[in-house]
């Protein structure tokens, strides 16, 4: 399958398409094919969060490198095997688009996918939100955090413990700590109690419209297990990242001890390619240095890698080979993921480091949003994406936190810039630029 990331987006060739057609045709063939599958997937993940959490439990103060590297092998194995579950992706390619024609059939807007396939399942990111609002309700009227009795410091210590790793984007940042959350909790507009109640009502209220939806709509056999397919993807496509963002967090002490050994600092370690570990291949300083600022890696056929951090060669590959539709249009125009209409200013989010700029009632807008993102999008009033599709993670959040969220514009990031002030109407998929910063 043809992919490349560069410097930020991935890229996926029309074969990825392609895939998810061959995967829903076995599907017709064979009912539960996709579903085990996933099954096989998911126990995959399991694994490799329990081996990732073994490793950390682990004392490698006084380890050699052999035993280093040999358990950095192991997990690397079986963090590129859970690596086949980013194709799932392009199974939800075939299922969106053969749901689209059956609403747009029954004349329901297509915009009611998103209503339809809500997951039966919480991924981490909405079971976080709600922790976080559960603790809050017992500590949000604490002025400081040295006012916390020792059983809610413990509280706050167990979210860290389950969901820290969040923040950490594989790695690249640190988990959030104990005064974070409490900060998170103390930013928190209203009652976190009253928040938690709507919360859980809300899920509820839209599970009950989603099988409402699905009784009205009176598919058959085959058409229902589509729908039961599209809303496993929806909590697939977080979950696969999830593991993967996951893992590496958990085993720092691991990556610590050999960029020690390497005499690099463990941020230099992370931009290694894992080959480059397992043979304990020297990289210039130089070269960390550029792949830090942007690297780029394709892969054009199987088993052949492409890498480079040549900002002249990623340009030269992106021009190339990567087609990007929509950036010559003055239009925003996207997606309805999650309805309503609001107007605010304008934030970009393109890395982690732009995340500080979003403040309540902002408009985050970004290529994609992350699950490290999420302080952000309980700020802001709505979401913008230039890529994604109904099972998006800003799609999922959008309906958990009730926000209006357009995805899949293609531009909003060329055309939009800090400050701008816009109205998001997220009814009809528009974002309509009011006055320039």
Same mark, same amino acid.
């Given at each position: 399958?043809?992919?490349?990331?560069?410097?930020?987006?991935?890229?996926?060739?029309?074969?990825?398409?392609?895939?998810?057609?061959?995967? @829903?045709?076995?599907?017709?063939?064979?009912?539960?094919?996709? @579903? $085990?599958?996933?099954?096989?997937?998911?126990?995959?993940?399991?694994?490799?969060? !329990?081996?990732?959490?073994?490793?950390?439990?682990?004392?490698?103060? $006084?380890?050699? /490198?052999?035993?280093?590297?040999?358990?950095?092998?192991?997990?690397?194995?079986?963090? #590129?095997?859970?690596?086949?579950?980013?194709?799932?992706?392009?199974?939800?390619?075939? %299922?969106?688009?053969?749901?689209?024609? %059956?609403?747009?059939? !029954?004349?329901?807007?297509?915009?009611?996918?998103?209503?339809?396939?809500?997951?039966?399942?919480?991924?981490?990111?909405?079971?976080?939100?709600?922790?976080?609002?559960?603790?809050?309700?017992?500590?949000?009227?604490?002025?400081?955090?040295?006012?916390?009795?020792?059983?809610?410091?413990?509280?706050?210590?167990?979210?860290?413990?389950?969901?820290?790793?969040?923040?950490?984007?594989?790695?690249?940042?640190?988990?959030?700590?104990?005064?974070?959350?409490?900060?998170?909790?103390?930013?928190?507009?209203?009652?976190?109690?009253?928040?938690?109640?709507?919360?859980?009502?809300?899920?509820?209220?839209?599970?009950?419209?989603?099988?409402?939806?699905?009784?009205?709509?009176?598919?058959?056999?085959?058409?229902?297990? /589509?729908?039961?397919?599209?809303? *496993?993807?929806?909590?697939? !496509?977080?979950?696969?990242?999830?593991?993967?963002?996951q893992a590496v967090p958990l085993i720092r002490n691991l990556l610590e001890a050999i960029a020690k050994k390497r005499s690099i600092s463990y941020e230099d370690l992370l931009h290694l390619r894992v080959d480059e570990i397992l043979e304990e291949e020297?990289?210039?300083? &130089?070269?960390?240095?550029?792949?830090?600022?942007?690297?780029?890696?394709?892969?054009?056929?199987?088993?052949?890698?492409?890498?480079?951090?040549?900002?002249? *060669? /990623?340009?030269?590959?992106?021009? &190339?080979?990567?087609?990007?539709?929509?950036?010559?249009?003055?239009?925003?125009?996207?997606?309805?993921?999650?309805?309503?209409?609001?107007k605010g200013i304008v934030h970009i989010v393109m890395t982690k480091q732009d995340i500080h700029k979003v403040r309540e009632g902002d408009v985050l807008v970004a290529p994609m949003t992350t699950p490290n993102m999420v302080s952000a999008m309980e700020k802001a009033a709505a979401f913008v994406t230039d890529e994604g599709g109904i099972t998006c993670h800003a799609a999922i959040i959008a309906r958990e936190m009730k926000?209006?969220?357009?995805?899949?514009?293609?531009?909003?990031?060329?055309?939009?810039?800090?400050?701008?002030? %816009?109205?998001?109407?997220?009814?009809?998929?528009? #974002?309509?630029?009011?006055?320039?910063?």
């Open positions: 399958m043809r992919t490349a990331y560069i410097d930020g987006p991935f890229y996926y060739g029309r074969d990825a398409a392609e895939f998810g057609d061959f995967m @829903m045709g076995h599907e017709a063939k064979a009912p539960g094919t996709v @579903m $085990r599958s996933l099954e096989r997937i998911y126990a995959q993940g399991d694994w490799l969060i !329990r081996l990732a959490k073994k490793i950390r439990s682990s004392d490698y103060s $006084r380890t050699d /490198m052999k035993r280093l590297i040999s358990d950095f092998r192991r997990f690397a194995k079986e963090y #590129v095997l859970f690596g086949i579950s980013l194709a799932g992706y392009n199974i939800q390619l075939p %299922v969106e688009k053969h749901l689209r024609k %059956v609403l747009i059939k !029954r004349g329901i807007d297509e915009g009611e996918l998103g209503l339809l396939t809500f997951p039966l399942k919480e991924n981490f990111a909405a079971l976080e939100a709600k922790n976080l609002l559960r603790i809050g309700s017992v500590i949000q009227d604490k002025g400081e955090f040295s006012d916390l009795s020792r059983a809610e410091q413990k509280m706050l210590a167990e979210h860290v413990e389950e969901y820290g790793w969040i923040n950490a984007r594989g790695g690249l940042a640190d988990p959030w700590t104990e005064n974070e959350i409490f900060d998170r909790i103390k930013e928190v507009k209203g009652s976190c109690a009253e928040k938690l109640s709507e919360s859980e009502a809300h899920r509820k209220d839209e599970m009950w419209r989603s099988d409402a939806l699905l009784k009205r709509l009176d598919l058959d056999q085959k058409l229902r297990a /589509m729908v039961a397919i599209a809303r *496993e993807l929806v909590y697939f !496509r977080t979950y696969r990242t999830d593991c993967l963002n020297e990289v210039s300083r &130089e070269e960390i240095s550029r792949r830090k600022n942007g690297y780029a890696e394709m892969c054009l056929k199987p088993g052949e890698l492409r890498f480079t951090s040549d900002p002249e *060669e /990623m340009e030269s590959w992106q021009k &190339e080979y990567c087609e990007e539709d929509g950036h010559d249009s003055t239009e925003i125009k996207g997606t309805p993921a999650n309805k309503g209409s609001v926000k209006p969220c357009i995805i899949g514009t293609k531009n909003a990031t060329k055309i939009l810039k800090d400050g701008d002030l %816009v109205e998001v109407d997220a009814d009809t998929g528009e #974002v309509k630029i009011i006055r320039r910063a």
